[in-house]
């Protein structure tokens, strides 16, 4: 299938720092990503739709001033916690289609905030 | 409201025998219905999917079978194994939008294989 790169894999950050999460599709072209939230043996939570060139589209409760989403190009979208607070730990997965409706999915990173 | 509903939230299955995962959907919309495989620590990994047109599709041990009038669809595992002890998502998204929806996932299956 195809791969979906996700970087750093964790990440430690003190309480208040802002924290940046790399989502790339390594051999296909994405023009939509996706970014979940899962919590300890939870689901997983769709928070975001990244769009290439435009601005992403967030689900209710999502607070997009806190989680920014940048789609900077067809093969890579960040997400960027921002002030980030104990609260915010949790492990974060992008996900990219490929030839709609196929979904692959990055190896996710664990946020923690101390 | 919670779209996709999963069950049973975990199941112990001895080595060999069938696994099998339920999921019911609620939004007609939906017409893809992908099974994710996910291990500790790890990102989901695609296992097998079927479209409504369809009512059963296999590939290797793993089949899903759907019935679009109960709107439910299922996950058969056979002849289980002790590396398929994971946990199993089952999703559903539109692609009505071109690609441009989410998928929704079930709450999840923490599948536990005895050798």
């Known amino acids: 299938g195809a791969v979906v790169s996700q970087h750093p894999s964790w990440v430690i950050c003190k309480s208040g720092t802002s924290v940046k999460i790399e989502c790339r599709s390594l051999?296909?072209?994405?023009?939509?990503m996706f970014w979940y939230r899962q919590f300890p043996k939870q689901s997983l939570m769709l928070m975001a739709t990244?769009?290439?060139?435009?601005?992403?589209?967030?689900e209710q409760g999502v607070e997009k001033d806190k989680f920014l989403i940048n789609h900077a190009s067809l093969t890579l979208s960040t997400l960027t916690v921002t002030s980030a607070h104990p609260e915010d730990s949790s492990f974060y997965i992008c996900?990219?289609?490929?030839?709609?409706?196929?979904?692959?999915f990055g190896q996710g990173t664990r946020l923690t905030v101390v | 409201q919670q779209q996709v509903k999963q069950s049973p939230q975990s199941l112990i299955v001895q080595k060999g025998g069938i696994s099998i995962i339920n999921c019911a959907y609620e939004?007609?919309?939906?017409?893809?219905f992908p099974w994710y495989q996910q291990f500790p620590g790890k990102g989901p990994a695609l296992l097998i999917a079927?479209?409504?047109?369809?009512s059963e599709k296999k590939e290797g041990r793993f089949t899903i079978s759907f019935n679009k009038s109960a709107k439910q669809f299922s996950l058969h595992i056979m002849d289980s194994q002790p590396g398929d002890s994971a946990t199993y998502f089952c999703?559903?998204?539109?692609?009505?939008?071109?690609?441009?929806?989410?998928?929704?996932f079930g709450k999840g299956t923490h599948l536990i294989i005895q050798p």
């Open positions: 990244s769009n290439e060139g435009s601005k992403a589209t967030y």
């Open positions: 999703a559903a998204t539109s692609n009505s939008g071109g690609g441009a929806d989410g998928l929704t």
């Open positions: 939004n007609t919309a939906f017409d893809y």
């Open positions: 051999d296909f072209q994405a023009t939509t």
């Open positions: 079927i479209r409504p047109d369809v």
């Open positions: 996900s990219a289609r490929q030839g709609p409706p196929r979904a692959f």
